[in-house]
T-cell receptor
Framework: GQNIDQPTEMTATEGAIVQINCTYQ??????LFWYQQHAGEAPTFLSY??LDGLEEKGRFSSFLSRSKGYSYLLLKELQMKDSASYLC??????????WGAGTKLIIKP | EAQVTQNPRYLITVTGKKLTVTCSQN?????MSWYRQDPGLGLRQIYY???????DKGDVPEGYKVSRKEKRNFPLILESPSPNQTSLYFC?????????????FGPGTRLTVL
């Protein structure tokens, strides 16, 4: 079957760095997305990786290892507004998105 | 402003009373999709549409219907709602259903079925 695993909840301190991991098992693979979702709001796009390696976008970076079925989202210089859920989703061979349950990130002052 | 709109945003109804949640996008996107989101389960796809008059079942289609008569609209219909359909519903659209395409989400509809 197809599956996405990510931690349910993480806590970090304002100004610090946090890494949110995601492992995936899909029928074929056409890339991996990260979305941010604030409580009660819609998910918004953060990043897309299809090739191995690290892609940096401001304070956020996303890494992919296709051979290991593994990705992570790295958030630097954490701000209180980064408190949200982070959703990992893999695109399978039929271009269907397989979603993880999300990681709730709590930022403490 | 490019956006996906949903109505209503909040709805409380009773078992068996038919309802429709509307979804509209103004980005000329081909692909549209409906999800439900429940605590601990993440986003689960209900139905999706690759283009006008083309719809397909997602992971949890039972109890739902959709139609895609126009490119911009993709309503979700619950013919006979039941309490297990109480959830947060999101409509989403993307330029295409193939290849890499960022999905744009509507603001969500919180449905309670009593």
């Amino acid at each position: 079957g197809q599956n996405i695993d990510q931690p349910t909840e993480m806590t970090a301190t304002e100004g610090a760095i946090v890494q949110i991991n995601c492992t995936y098992q899909t029928s074929g693979f056409n890339g991996l997305f990260w979305y941010q979702q604030h409580a009660g709001e819609a998910p918004t796009f953060l990043s897309y990786n299809v090739l191995d390696g690290l892609e940096e976008k401001g304070r956020f970076s996303s890494f992919l290892s296709r051979s290991k079925g593994y990705s992570y989202l790295l958030l630097k210089e954490l701000q209180m507004k980064d408190s949200a859920s982070y959703l990992c989703a893999a695109l399978d061979s039929n271009y269907q998105l397989i979603w993880g349950a999300g990681t709730k990130l709590i930022i403490k002052p | 402003e490019a956006q996906v709109t949903q109505n209503p945003r909040y709805l409380i109804t009773v078992t068996g009373k038919k309802l429709t949640v509307t979804c509209s996008q103004n980005m000329n996107h081909e692909y549209m999709s409906w999800y439900r989101q429940d605590p601990g389960l993440g986003l689960r796809q209900i139905y999706y549409s690759m283009n006008v008059e083309v719809t397909d079942k997602g992971d949890v289609p039972e109890g739902y219907k959709v139609s895609r008569k126009e490119k911009r609209n993709f309503p979700l219909i619950l013919e006979s709602p039941s309490p297990n359909q109480t959830s947060l519903y999101f409509c989403a659209s993307s330029r295409s259903g193939e290849g890499y395409n960022e999905q744009f989400f509507g603001p969500g509809t919180r449905l309670t079925v009593l």
